[in-house]
């Protein structure tokens, strides 16, 4: 099957850690060197079949995007 989605950031990455809570799941996915958390109901973590190891494509869709960047040295 082939995903097509609107979404044009898109991340491959590994999952890393799953912390299952009463309703909600983090997964924790490595994205190259940068590590990012998703916060997902348990429902989508077992319909999905997540297990550590699992290759994911993170998918980020976002109203806002937030940007940082230093001031010089410290």
Known sequence: MVLKTSAR???PGV???IKL???MA????RVGDN???SV???????ELGLREGDEVLV???STEVMV???NGPE
């Open 15 to 17: 999952v890393t850690a």
């Open 21 to 23: 809570g009463e309703i």
């Open 35 to 37: 590590h990012v958390v």
């Open 68 to 70: 940082a960047k230093a």
């Open 59 to 61: 998918i980020i869709k």
């Open 26 to 29: 983090q997964v924790d996915i």
């Open 40 to 46: 997902i109901t348990r429902e989508a973590v077992e």
């Open 9 to 11: 950031n898109r991340l």
